[in-house]
């Protein structure tokens, strides 16, 4: 847009004017040896500022036409000076715009005029020949400098505009990833204790009921949790941290599993590890509750100086495994995912007749956590 309104009708109006203008006031200081204007000069004055018009759409006709003009207002022996705001102002429209090459090109055949000129001339005139010559050289180094400068200022537009995308991006990820692993924890957890409701109805009703509550109290949960991330997604609000180690207890309770809770050093974290730690102990639990029922699990978290250790274990299956198609196929990569996203690691499989995950997840310096 600012370059729409700099090369306008308005600026061609305004060159033409001072070309004008300024020529009739170079005359008067140069009448020793340069020639009057007349009505041949004063058009040639006026092609150059027409040629502006449109040097956007066409500009190496634009240049060609102007330095015509140009050369045959210098050749005809009308005073030195204006003349040379056009060509100019084209140059360094060229420059900045792409067109680098040929501006350097038109201006080396200005530059030759010149010496040429200067020798047909003789020794009168010789300063001004110089003088315009030098200032094309510097007009032409202030254009270089303008497009290094516009290129620099796009470049970090760009950057910056990858960035917001590359963040919103991950945004994305990270609420896609916290959506699978509510989800899939709570209606693995209402399938699980449905199916334990509907086996005990008959013979134990008060575990059935058990059952029944829990799965009242999962549901509740992930409605409340899906309704946080649409509002999230419709006000477009900071999200404040939902899952934290703070809501172990109630994660361990809310399973229905006969689960032992174990911390070694407890103390506060960033909340990007909690939130880790905790939905990697709940993708554990799910699992645990869909491929290992009856079994007694244990998570063990070790808060170290440098990481922190998070063991889920679970002792085998003691009943058979009731299963739902085959799952989502995300929960061991995306845990993966999730350690690996804060430069841990995760490891998972079979051990000692059940199954363990153990994730190790760094934690940074204490001079991180104060100035984070």
């Known amino acids: 847009m600012r370059q729409k309104s700099l090369y306008s009708p308005y600026l061609a109006l305004i060159v033409a004017v001072a070309q004008v203008v300024m020529s009739e006031g170079a005359y008067w200081g140069q009448k020793s040896f340069r020639n009057p204007l007349d009505p041949t000069a004063y058009a040639l004055l006026l092609i150059g500022p027409l040629m502006l018009l449109i040097h956007r759409k066409w500009p190496v006709p634009a240049l060609g036409v102007t330095f015509a003009a140009t050369f045959a207002f210098m050749w005809g022996g009308y005073p030195y000076g204006p003349i040379f705001f056009s060509p100019g102002i084209i140059l360094f429209s060229m420059v900045t715009r792409g067109r680098r090459l040929v501006a350097w090109i038109g201006a080396g055949v200005m530059l030759a005029f010149f010496i040429a000129y200067a020798y047909a001339i003789g020794e009168q005139g010789a300063f001004h020949n110089l003088s315009i010559s030098a200032f ?130 407890s103390r506060p974290l960033p909340p990007t590890v909690e939130r880790a730690a905790y939905r990697i102990v709940q993708e554990s639990l799910t699992n645990a509750a869909r491929h290992a029922p009856g079994s007694q699990v244990t998570i063990r978290l070790e808060y170290g100086a440098a990481e922190l250790a998070v063991l889920v274990t679970d002792t085998g299956a003691t009943r058979p495994a009731v299963l739902s198609g085959e799952g989502s196929g995300n929960g061991i990569p995306g845990m993966r995912e999730r350690a690996s996203a804060l430069g841990g690691s995760l490891v998972a499989g079979p051990v000692d007749g059940g199954f363990q995950v153990e994730a190790r997840l760094p934690l940074p310096a204490a001079s991180d956590e104060e100035t984070s």
């Open 136 to 265: 094309m050289l510097l007009f032409m180094m202030i254009a270089e400098l303008s497009r290094i400068v516009v290129e620099r200022r796009a470049e970090r537009l760009r950057i910056a505009e990858e960035e917001a995308r590359r963040q919103a991006s991950e945004e994305r990820l990270t609420m896609a990833q916290e959506l699978h692993d509510v989800l899939a924890h709570n209606i693995s957890l209402i399938h699980v204790q449905a199916s334990t409701a509907l086996h005990l109805m008959d013979d134990h009703p008060e575990q059935a009921r058990t059952a029944l509550a829990t799965i009242k109290t999962a549901s509740k949960e992930v409605l409340g949790e899906m309704r946080s991330v649409l509002n999230v997604l419709r006000e477009g609000a900071p999200r404040s941290p939902t899952a934290g180690l703070d809501r172990l207890d109630e994660l361990v309770e809310r399973s229905g599993m006969d689960v032992t809770l174990k911390r070694v050093g």
